[in-house]
């Protein structure tokens, strides 16, 4: 175990951060003069070229893709791009501005890096699925090292969206439904992307997004309007960008919806207020695609002018892809519908942005690389593994004659391999692939036929199906070569690029096509199935849940995708990630999160397994035909190893809400976690607070710290959390984010409802 974490300590040397960019670094006395002067010299014009950005690659939304922009470029009237990639190709660009534009402003090359440039890493609910802050800050450190030395400076990552229902599409590329976990890792991507100075060449800019509410949509349907309360807003949906600025993201791009009957794109309160006014945020604001123009479908612009004025007043410097701060911005300043100090705020704040990545002083990109496809970084690639294996969640492992079905045992000499996503390299890159190439991913096939050649094992394989049709003309074969396994591995799911991510929201949660159908097959032929999930998103898998002894969720897990299941299926290594997104039972409990609100009919010792028989089960909040319960529950997953948890001891059992409030008292809560199994594992210890007697109505629980240990058979360590202000603070009745006095339930477990419990008073100022 020792040497694991040495290996992995010198990999990470390398890729870790210490200290972050601060908001406080944009713009020093110096940089503010030099934009001042450049401010005195600019044309409105090319005061609006600023605020302009196009897409000059592939498209990622509807309407216009690639013109030539290089006479815009030559007159100042464009500011950055996105979707150009290539040292050369981006250079090509710089060369216009920087040396036949009348002021030489630098552009800034932007692009979706996700999870992973050249490597590609797993998707980003898969990466917080690890709860390693660690490894995520060195993937997002790695994908800026790659994709930096291919020009791009700026990424539209990281994705903070809180997402609490299965069906939004984009639920992929967040780190799930809670606000506390969420804010660790996007300050760690953050940290990771930026480096420790954004004027350094391998430095992007992060940006954190869509800003604000877009999680929220409706029904789970992207786009959809988001309705919610302002406490709900700030407590649940904001953090996370708070975290990202306060790590120093140098971006925001606003969101495509609507928040409470304002498109994003367009609210003051948001964008200005709370942004600038409450966060102090130095950086600049992007739109989304086009979302500048859809404020005319929203309904609050009749006409383009209005539309560009109603973001720029609100706060939005940057407009992608629309084109309509270019075509309407000067008009509307010469008319005094904009004032002029807006629009040189505007401009200020990208260029403090430009100034901080030193692009005046080194405008380009160093043109060793070819453009060719280059060989993967080996650390890069290692890094990419172990995220993997920690990423993968182990949700089932019962016996099967005796011994738990993982890891596989030495006496499976024949494994039948089925499935569509067994040998489909493409879908192990995920939903933002980046400028992964297929033909670095290695597959779960082509992983276990070189173990099972290792072993001298035999492996059939049979992929039985597509991921979605109804045709059934390959069930035959898959259960034929199931029958004659000792085990079976179905490799079942979803299609990465049409089913998950924007735009591929789902109304249902169900294996796609006939996959189900294929899944009841093969285990009715008796052998034990594993059942693999590489999906986007939690999947209501109640039958298999049911019926199939082990299921791992393996989401997209990226370019070492076979290596890493192997070697965690084979116990290599241990399972250690858990669930940050609740697993359903069913579509309709969707929206469905643990960090809910209680109800005055709880149905606390209701047997909700069965529809109510009398009044007192009927008359609670509860479906009359399902539990109210996840099938898995957020922080959930299983290890090859077990732990235990000792009662928790706490050092006070009644603290003042004012020396809390102050910040001069905090209460300590503690455990000793113990590994009581046979193997080496990872624990990802979860701390929950829940809070009585308040003005308002608490979160039954709420996440509030986590700690990963590493802990060898027998071995013992104590965790100690601390609970102060930061973690008790809420937004009261008043809109105050104070500590109440009240009765804390705290937990400490090892997911969202399991743990040891135990109780303290925040006690009221003596009168
Ligand atoms: C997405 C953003 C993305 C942008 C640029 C939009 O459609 O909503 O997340 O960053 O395109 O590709």
Not at 438 to 445: E, G, R, S, Y
Not at 467 to 482: L, P, Q, R, S, Y
Not at 719 to 740: C, G, K, T
Request: proline content about 5%; overall charge neutral.
């Amino acid at each position: 175990m020792r040497q694991i974490l040495a290996s992995l300590g010198a990999l990470a040397l390398s890729l870790i951060v210490t200290s972050a960019f601060a908001q406080s670094e944009f713009g020093s006395p110096e940089v503010e003069r030099r934009i001042a002067a450049l401010l005195r010299r600019m044309t409105v014009e090319e005061k609006v070229g600023q605020l302009v950005q196009y897409s000059a690659g592939a498209p990622t939304g509807p309407g216009t893709g690639r013109a030539d922009y290089r006479g815009q470029i030559a007159k100042g009237q464009v500011g950055s791009f996105l979707g150009l990639t290539g040292a050369a190709e981006t250079n090509a660009l710089q060369r216009i501005a920087v040396e036949h534009s009348r002021l030489g402003i630098p552009l800034i090359f932007a692009l979706d890096v996700i999870h992973g440039y050249r490597t590609v890493f797993p998707v980003p609910l898969g990466m917080a699925s690890t709860w390693d802050t660690q490894l995520v800050e060195q993937a997002a450190r790695a994908a800026a090292k790659e994709a930096t030395a291919e020009g791009i400076r700026w990424t539209f990552s990281p994705m903070v969206d809180i997402a609490r229902d299965a069906r939004w599409g984009r639920i992929v590329e967040g780190a799930g439904e809670d606000p506390y976990l969420g804010s660790a890792m996007a300050a760690a991507y953050v940290r990771g992307y930026q480096g420790r100075n954004l004027a350094d060449a391998d430095s992007l800019a992060a940006c954190a997004k869509h800003y604000a509410g877009y999680g929220a949509a409706e029904a789970g349907r992207d786009y959809n309007a988001a309705d919610m309360s302002e406490r709900t807003l700030r407590q649940t949906y904001l953090p996370p960008f708070e975290s990202a600025v306060k790590a120093g993201a140098a971006t925001i791009m606003s969101a495509f919806n609507t928040l409470n009957g304002v498109p994003a794109t367009a609210d003051p309160m948001t964008l200005t207020k709370i942004l600038r006014g409450e966060w102090k945020f130095q950086g600049l604001v992007v739109s989304d695609w086009q979302a500048i123009a859809e404020l005319i479908p929203h309904g609050i612009a009749l006409d383009e002018a209005t539309a560009a004025r109603k973001a720029l007043l609100a706060g939005v410097d940057v407009d992608m892809e629309s084109g309509l701060f270019q075509r309407h911005l000067s008009e509307l300043l010469r008319a005094g519908a904009v004032p002029e100090s807006v629009l040189d705020e505007a401009v200020r704040r990208v260029l403090r942005v430009k100034f901080a990545l030193g692009l005046f002083d080194r405008p380009y990109a160093p043109e060793s690389s070819t453009g060719a496809q280059p060989k993967l970084d080996p650390a890069h690639l290692e890094l990419a593994r172990t995220i993997a294996e920690r990423s993968f969640v182990l949700l089932k492992n019962e016996k099967v004659s005796g011994s738990a079905l993982l890891p596989v045992s030495s006496k499976v000499k024949t494994v039948a391999l089925v499935g569509p996503l067994a040998d489909d390299a493409s879908n192990m890159l995920g939903s933002w692939p980046g400028k992964g190439d297929p033909k670095n991913a290695i597959t779960l096939k082509a992983a276990l036929e070189q173990r099972m050649l290792q072993s001298g094992g035999r492996l059939l394989y049979a992929k039985g199906t597509e991921i979605n049709i109804a045709n059934d003309a390959g069930f035959e074969e898959a259960v034929k070569a199931a029958s004659q396994a000792d085990l079976v591995i179905a490799a079942l799911g979803e299609d990465a690029p049409s089913m998950t991510a924007e735009a591929a929201s789902r109304a249902h949660l169900d294996l796609p096509g006939n996959q189900q159908q294929l899944l009841e097959r093969i285990a009715a032929t008796g052998k034990p199935v594993l059942l693999i999930i590489f999906s986007g998103r939690p999947l209501a898998l109640t039958w298999a849940a049911a019926h199939v002894p082990a299921m791992v969720q393996a989401w997209y897990p990226g370019v070492q995708a076979g290596p890493a299941l192997v070697r965690t299926l084979f116990g290599d290594t241990n399972f250690s990630g858990k669930l940050t997104a609740s697993v359903p039972r069913s579509v309709g409990q969707e929206p469905l999160y643990y960090n809910a609100l209680g109800t005055g009919r709880p149905a606390d010792g209701v047997d909700l397994t069965r529809p109510p028989a009398n009044s007192a089960e009927k008359y609670v909040s509860r479906y009359i035909d399902e539990q109210n319960a996840p099938l898995f529950p957020f922080g959930f997953g299983l290890s090859y190893t077990q732990f235990t948890y000792s009662p928790l001891k706490l050092n006070e059992t009644t603290v003042s809400a004012r020396a809390l409030n102050s910040c001069a008292s905090s209460v300590r809560v503690s455990t000793t976690v113990t590994n009581s199994g046979t193997r080496m594992g990872w624990e990802i210890v979860q701390l929950y607070v829940g809070q009585h007697g308040t003005s308002v109505a608490r979160q039954i629980k709420e996440l509030k710290g986590f700690r990963t240990l590493v802990l060898a058979p027998g071995e013992s360590q104590n965790v100690e959390f601390q609970l102060s202000r930061d973690e008790l603070a809420f937004w009261n009745i008043d809109m105050h984010h104070i500590v109440e006095p009240a009765e804390v339930s705290v937990w400490i477990g090892p997911n969202s409802a399991q743990g040891q419990t135990a109780h303290f008073t925040i006690s009221a100022p003596k009168l």
